[in-house]
């Protein structure tokens, strides 16, 4: 089973300030890693999907990088709606597996 | 507009039964692979199982197989989970969504709430 890694757990940055989160897979799932944003109350929505392919509708200032096993979210320039807790996800196997969550707040 | 939303959520006691629905609209649930995904403070999303577009494949987390059956209407539109032999680490939010093969998760509904607690 492929276990994803995400670091850190918590975060809190300043409004404007760029955060990184990474992901780390035990085992390739080439591009198939995915990124989810959770808001209390609300369903978890999807953010990035293939790496660093952007949904519709995303704000620019989301993006993603990685191939393997290892892979970013970073999130320049934040805004205060940018608190939630991020999410990384693979689809390479029908585990299905996800991160731990990085909760991010903003000061 | 694709919307999928669930019910059928509460508190049941160890060892106890609940069968959660989810009805989908805006798109065939025969089209997509549909997943049930769970989701608690203390231990994040896990994925629960899914049923193929054909409904000739299921597939399990092991924590819940043997215990946990998905299966689905499809006059209704609508998806199943049927949880047996339910144990207080079940307790969590659990959602429907859907996706084509290797496709990420989207969209999902909001979820159900299932408290397994004496």
């Known amino acids: 089973e492929i276990v994803l890694t995400q670091s850190p757990d918590f975060q809190s940055v300043a409004p404007k300030e760029t955060v990184t989160i990474t992901c780390r897979a035990s085992q390739t799932v080439g591009y198939s890693l995915h990124w989810y944003q959770l808001k209390p109350d609300q369903s978890p929505k999807l953010l990035i999907e293939f790496t660093s392919r952007s949904l519709s509708g995303v704000p620019s200032r989301f993006s993603g990088s990685g191939y393997g096993t290892d892979f970013t979210l970073t999130i320049s320039s934040l805004e205060p709606e940018d608190a939630a807790t991020y999410f990384c996800h693979q689809s390479k196997t029908s585990s299905y597996n996800f991160g731990q969550g990085t909760k991010l707040e903003i000061k | 507009e694709v919307q999928l939303i669930e019910s059928g959520g509460g508190l049941v006691q160890p060892g106890g039964s609940l069968r959660l629905s989810c009805s989908a609209s805006?798109?065939?649930?025969?089209?997509?692979?549909m997943h049930w995904v769970r989701r608690d403070p203390g231990r994040g999303l896990m994925w629960v199982g899914f049923?193929?577009?054909?409904?000739?494949?299921?597939l399990y987390a092991d924590s819940v197989k043997g215990r946990f059956a998905i299966s689905r209407d499809i006059a209704k539109n609508t998806l199943y989970l049927q949880m047996n032999s339910l144990r207080v680490e079940d307790t969590a939010i659990y959602s429907c969504?859907?996706?084509?093969?290797?496709?990420?998760?989207?969209?999902w509904g909001l979820g159900t709430l299932v408290t397994v607690s004496s």
């Open positions: 969504t859907r996706n084509s093969d290797m496709h990420p998760f989207d969209p």
């Open positions: 049923i193929s577009p054909d409904g000739t494949r299921l």
């Open positions: 805006g798109f065939s649930i025969t089209s997509h692979y």
